[in-house]
């Protein structure tokens, strides 16, 4: 999606720093952990999973770079398995639209990050079926196993953690 700005009331174009930061952190996460090409489905699901945590996990409104490595055990925490993040982000978003409703002010930050989170929710991707009988034959000659139509969070989730891990 490309975002050509809003102005504001006051005639001040509003640029998207925040989340345009948030993108930028995730894919150098990404990119330094070299776990996919950059090109890939995969990778952009990956990127917008940790951008979207990067930036909603921001609650001063402050992403500076000196920050980043301490957010990261922060980032680690929220993209865990175990972790309800689909329904964080759901929250964080809600909460991010009820302050711009009520500060009245052009929001292009959460307009991108409200994007992100609908392609990760309607997308799926072909990806290797984890719950699969262990040992279980190739179908049809894949040699892969079996696969299965995942949302792409789901798979941009786990990547992004890794890629936290291995920064």
Same mark, same amino acid.
């Given at each position: 999606?490309?975002?050509?700005?809003?102005?504001?009331?006051?005639?001040?174009?509003?640029?998207?720093?925040?989340?345009?930061?948030?993108?930028?952190?995730?894919?150098?996460?990404?990119?330094?952990?070299?776990?996919?090409?950059?090109?890939?489905?995969?990778?952009?699901?990956?990127? +917008?999973?940790?951008?979207?945590?990067?930036?909603?996990?921001?609650?001063?409104?402050?992403?500076?770079?000196?920050?980043?490595?301490?957010?990261?055990?922060?980032?680690?925490?929220?993209?865990?398995? +175990?972790?309800?993040?689909?329904?964080?982000?759901?929250?964080?978003?809600?909460?991010?639209?009820?302050?711009?409703?009520?500060?009245?002010?052009?929001?292009?930050?959460?307009?991108?990050?409200?994007?992100?989170?609908?392609?990760?929710?309607e997308t799926e991707l072909l990806a290797p079926d984890l719950n699969a009988v262990p040992g279980g034959a190739p179908v049809s000659g894949e040699d892969e196993g079996?696969?299965?139509?995942?949302?792409?969070?789901?798979?941009?989730?786990?990547?992004?953690?890794?890629?936290?891990?291995?920064?």
């Amino acid at each position: 999606m490309q975002y050509r700005g809003r102005e504001s009331t006051d005639g001040e174009l509003t640029v998207p720093m925040a989340w345009l930061y948030a993108e930028y952190i995730a894919d150098e996460l990404l990119r330094s952990g070299d776990l996919m090409p950059p090109t890939s489905f995969e990778f952009r699901a990956g990127r +917008d999973a940790l951008a979207l945590t990067v930036f909603l996990s921001d609650t001063d409104g402050e992403l500076s770079g000196i920050r980043v490595v301490t957010q990261l055990e922060t980032w680690l925490s929220l993209t865990a398995y +175990d972790q309800p993040w689909q329904e964080w982000v759901r929250e964080r978003l809600a909460e991010f639209a009820a302050d711009a409703a009520a500060s009245g002010r052009p929001a292009p930050d959460l307009a991108l990050a409200e994007a992100a989170w609908r392609w990760l929710q309607e997308t799926e991707l072909l990806a290797p079926d984890l719950n699969a009988v262990p040992g279980g034959a190739p179908v049809s000659g894949e040699d892969e196993g079996p696969k299965v139509w995942t949302p792409a969070w789901q798979l941009g989730l786990p990547l992004g953690h890794l890629a936290i891990h291995l920064f």
